[in-house]
Each structure stands twice: as C-alpha cells, then as structure tokens.
C-alpha cells in the first residue's frame, strides 16, 4: 500500500558574504538584537536564490552585488518542516555609497576587517566564523552550482585532443 505524504514547510534564505579586500560588508540590523550582520533574509516567492541576495544585499546595505559563487548549501530538516540557507559570496558591482540612513531593514552598513569586527557587537559567532572562512580562502564553488529544474543543462567542457 503506497501512501502519499504531505509536502514539508520549507523556509529558504541567503546570506550574503560582501567582499572589498581585506574587509567584509556587515549591516547592523533592527531585529535580532541589532547587532552587526551579513546582509541576509528570506527568499519571496517567485525569486530565484541569487536574485533574493543580490535584492537583500541592495535592501540591507544599499550595495548593487555581482555574485561570485557559493561558500556553503545548508539544508537543516525539523520535525514541522525544514530550512535552506544559502551562502553567497559577492563583491560591490560599483562605488556607490554604503546605507547611512536607517529604514525598516537596516540602521547602517559598514565595511570591517576582522580584527574590527572584534570590537563591535555581532549577531552570533558565526559572522566572524563565516568572515574568517572567506578572507582566509575557503572553498567557493561556482554559482553553476545552483540551477532550476526548467533550466536547461550546460554542456561539459570538451577535452582538449
């Protein structure tokens, strides 16, 4: 007897990890404590994972983003449904200046190194944690990485004879 299971609840998010040099871009949030964060938030229907962190990026820092590629695919199940969490890696696609006045997302944006984003209240151990993985040359895969199931399948490099 085959039985049909209900779908899960799945909640999916980014977070973006900005890069300028040395230094990571960190927004200080309104929730959450308003500590300093990596911009981040949830994906809206219909949006694709990279249009949601280049678009939370833009909302939170004031920053247009180029992404780069995927530090991390994170897919945590729990008894009433799951979350996935992508982590991007980017860097400002111009000069534009940097949030300054708060809004609903974000009171500010600022650019840190790590050793300044030890003197400032963080939200949580893994903005430095993820800070350090990044700066110091972890593994980023390429954003072919994550696809759709409507998008069409690129063809293999060819080998050279």
């Not at 300028?20 to 964060?37: A, M, S, T």
């Amino acid at each position: 007897m085959n039985m049909a299971r209900d779908p899960i609840d799945l909640h999916a998010f980014v977070l973006v990890v900005v890069r300028l040099g040395r230094r990571i871009l960190l927004v200080r949030e309104r929730e959450h404590g308003g500590g300093w964060y990596m911009p981040a938030g949830r994906v809206e229907p219909g949006e694709s994972l990279p249009d949601a962190a280049v678009r939370e990026t833009l909302e939170e820092a004031g920053v247009r983003v180029t992404l780069d590629g995927v530090v991390r695919v994170e897919y945590s199940p729990t008894a009433s449904g799951a979350r996935l969490r992508v982590i991007f890696t980017g860097h400002p696609t111009d000069d534009s200046p940097l949030k300054s006045v708060p809004d609903e997302h974000t009171e500010e944006a600022r650019y840190f190194t790590l050793e300044e984003m030890a003197g400032v209240s963080l939200r949580g151990g893994e903005v430095e944690t993820i800070a350090r993985y990044v700066l110091e040359g972890g593994a980023v895969h390429p954003l072919s990485l994550l696809g759709t199931e409507r998008e069409r399948w690129r063809e293999p490099p060819r080998a050279k004879p």
